[in-house]
């Protein structure tokens, strides 16, 4: 394919319909995806990372008790009045930065959480026939450049599908989605096949899928299938394994590290990093690390 006929990527969908439920009973009324790390909310992270990778449309997958995440990106004006009359600039900026631009923001919902590609699949009437990124809030990707901009530039030459992966432990394969490939060694590989959590010793790589997906329309059509895979779940993986055949498919090896802020350490050791990579607070982080050792 030659780049003229690559479709760009204007949007993404952000599914934030889950229960949460590692995290009970923080999670009972706010939504996970609302957990700081250091000064900012999960969501509003990956609202960066989407923004500087070039998205135009910002699609929340949302569910019941939700809508604390739209809020956060709306326009606070008495909080604004109030830091503008106390002279808060560096406040003020920081709030400002957390807005949405105006009629960037669609919403649809998930009723009931039957799993992650169910509700990328609740997003396909918002997406329309066009390519479209996949953020996963609760996955942070710490790197020089935003992990999502790292994988347009690969998707402006190849076109296709592309899933970010990082290298895993051999005795935690079993835990994630696992790539199958034939070129291992390269920074950008084909994608032979996913396998959604592999039984211990049978996993093909220890590559992991790591909650940053570029995708084609195609994929709504098997996701519409409603196939259960894993843990009784409509699972984004195998619907994705489903489109290897037919389209071109690469796994980029992300240059950074993720954190599962999703899980209870993965949120502790994010907040660590992001704290101690702080200008205003990383230097204090640091002295308090040491109190622990
Ligand atoms: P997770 O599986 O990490 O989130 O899904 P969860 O199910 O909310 O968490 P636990 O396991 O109960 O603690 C990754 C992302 O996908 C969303 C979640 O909100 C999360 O941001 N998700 C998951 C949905 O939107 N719908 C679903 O049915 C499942």
């Not at 895979?229 to 699972?235: N, V």
Request: proline content about 7%; some cysteine; hydrophobic content about 35%.
């Amino acid at each position: 394919m030659s780049s003229k006929e690559i479709c760009p990527v204007r949007k993404a969908v952000f599914p934030v319909a889950g229960l949460g439920t590692r995290f009970l009973p923080a999670t009972k009324v706010m939504p996970k995806e609302m957990l700081p790390i250091n000064d900012r909310p999960l969501i509003q992270h990956v609202f960066e990372e989407a923004r500087e990778a070039g998205i135009e449309d910002f699609i929340f997958v949302t569910g019941r008790q939700k809508e604390m995440l739209e809020e956060h990106f709306d326009y606070q004006p008495e909080l604004e009045k109030t830091l503008e009359s106390r002279n808060k600039t560096d406040m003020l900026k920081k709030v400002r930065d957390s807005e949405m631009p105006a009629g960037r923001l669609f919403l649809t919902r998930q009723p009931r959480p039957l799993g992650l590609g169910h509700a990328i699949w609740c997003a396909a009437k918002l997406v329309g026939n066009e390519p479209f990124a996949v953020l996963l809030p609760d996955v942070l990707m710490k790197g020089p450049e935003a992990c999502l901009k790292q994988m347009t530039d690969v998707y402006n030459k190849t076109g296709g599908n592309i899933i970010a992966v990082e290298e895993v432990p051999d005795e935690e394969t079993y835990k994630y989605g696992i790539l199958d490939t034939d070129n291992p060694d390269d920074e950008i590989m084909k994608v032979k096949n996913l396998v959604e959590k592999p039984e211990p010793g049978t996993a093909p790589s220890n590559m992991s899928v790591v909650g940053r997906y570029i995708l084609q329309p195609e994929i709504f059509k098997h996701l519409s299938a409603f196939e259960t895979g894993a843990g009784g779940e409509i699972q984004l993986t195998d619907a994705m394994a489903k489109l290897i055949d037919g389209e071109s498919f690469h796994a980029m090896r992300f240059n950074g590290k993720s954190y599962d802020s999703g899980s209870r350490l993965g949120f502790i050791e994010a907040n660590i990093a992001y704290g101690l990579s702080d200008p205003e607070i990383g230097e204090g982080v640091k002295e308090l690390l040491k109190q622990y050792k």
